[in-house]
């Protein structure tokens, strides 16, 4: 098959890429390198200048994407990472998505972060117990969030979000919170796939702990409120202070992904993403790495990729007192780290590893291909 994917935040597309090319298709991969995070782009690289002023940027980024996607067709299989798959607005992504509709196969969408039917589920139908945007009754107010609803409630992107989730032949969930937002709006086109990882081509053996348990974080500074490393951060180092012989902690701040990925190899424990019900991709890396991550481990999660064994994930809920709590468990308890290192390979190399999820893309693709499409 020829497949076109675009986007690819935290390289999961570009897993997935590895995974269908070992598999002898032709795929094409194109994205940006998402700013100082400085992802490696493997195929076409189209990324939107920050140094210039708005309608510069525009103009400039319209005559560097145009040429690239006038020669996206013929194409059995286009995959969007997001219905806003390029950096622009939604009036001006609906040029380029209908082109993508007429001079190609099968269109799939893929749910990987906040869009309108993710945050109308989450703000207006209270699907989720917690998120970032919402935790019970209780609206979040952060300036990131706000914006978030801004844009995809109330903005320019909510008519095209719609448009896209509506016209496409396909939806695909990554994150079990992302199937329950789509599978109450369109359950018929709905699919979910795990995450893919590239596992360490060498097995961990050794799965010991130090003196000190080696706690890791990293930080967005300027989405902190929205992932809750905020409030992981603060009970981290409170963790430190209050049990300096038995833990340390190592912080990494906006740092080029593949330094993060140096850094992680350190660890003992990392921290991800407070709002979560699921592992995303740093944490998933951090468990192919034999590292316990503190994370979004609900039964939910468990559930929808069929495991009914293993329980590596620390799950926390959305408080400082439950990350403090876990963490204090794992420091003064250290001798139950090591199984939890075993386990958090297992589960990746079970549910996520890049060979088997590329084969599940695949037999889902050649299922699209034949069967007759339900809009």
Not at 25 to 34: C, G, W
Not at 157 to 164: D, E, L, S
Not at 337 to 361: F, T
């Amino acid at each position: 098959m020829k497949i076109l994917l675009f986007g690819n935040p935290s390289m999961w597309h570009s897993n997935l890429a590895k995974g269908l090319r070992e598999r002898g298709h032709e795929v094409r991969l194109i994205s940006e390198r998402y700013g100082w995070r400085k992802f490696p782009v493997d195929d076409i690289c189209l990324e939107r200048r920050t140094d210039i002023n708005g309608k510069l940027a525009f103009v400039d980024y319209i005559l560097k994407a145009l040429p690239i996607l006038w020669q996206c067709k013929g194409y059995d299989i286009v995959q969007l990472n997001h219905p806003m798959f390029l950096p622009l607005r939604g009036s001006h992504m609906k040029p380029f998505y209908n082109y993508l509709r007429r001079n190609n196969g099968k269109i799939v969408m893929c749910s990987v972060g906040e869009d309108y039917h993710v945050l109308d589920q989450i703000i207006n139908k209270n699907i989720l117990r917690y998120s970032e945007q919402r935790i019970g009754s209780e609206i979040m107010h952060n300036d990131n969030v706000q914006f978030l609803r801004k844009i995809y409630l109330d903005g320019h992107a909510a008519n095209y979000c719609k448009y896209v989730a509506e016209d496409c032949d396909a939806i695909v969930a990554v994150l079990y919170e992302y199937w329950a937002c789509y599978n109450k709006v369109y359950p018929q086109k709905l699919n979910f796939f795990p995450l893919p990882v590239v596992m360490e081509e060498k097995d961990i053996q050794d799965f010991s702990v130090g003196d000190k348990v080696r706690l890791f974080i990293g930080l967005q500074r300027d989405r902190m409120n929205i992932k809750g490393t905020d409030i992981m951060l603060k009970a981290a180092q409170d963790i430190v202070r209050d049990y300096p012989d038995k833990a340390i902690l190592q912080v990494a701040e906006n740092v080029p992904y593949a330094e993060y990925e140096q850094m992680l190899k350190n660890a003992d424990v990392m921290l991800d993403q407070l709002y979560s019900y699921t592992p995303a991709m740093n944490a998933l890396l951090a468990m192919s790495k034999g590292i316990v991550a503190v994370t979004g481990g609900e039964q939910e999660n468990y559930d929808i990729i069929g495991e009914q064994e293993l329980r590596p994930i620390i799950n926390v809920q959305p408080t400082y007192e439950s990350v403090y709590h876990e963490l204090k468990e794992l420091v003064l308890h250290k001798e139950n780290i090591p199984e939890l290192k075993r386990q958090s390979i297992e589960y990746v190399r079970r549910h996520h590893d890049y060979h088997k999820v590329a084969q599940q893309y695949e037999d889902f693709y050649k299922k699209l291909l034949t069967e007759k499409v339900v809009h």
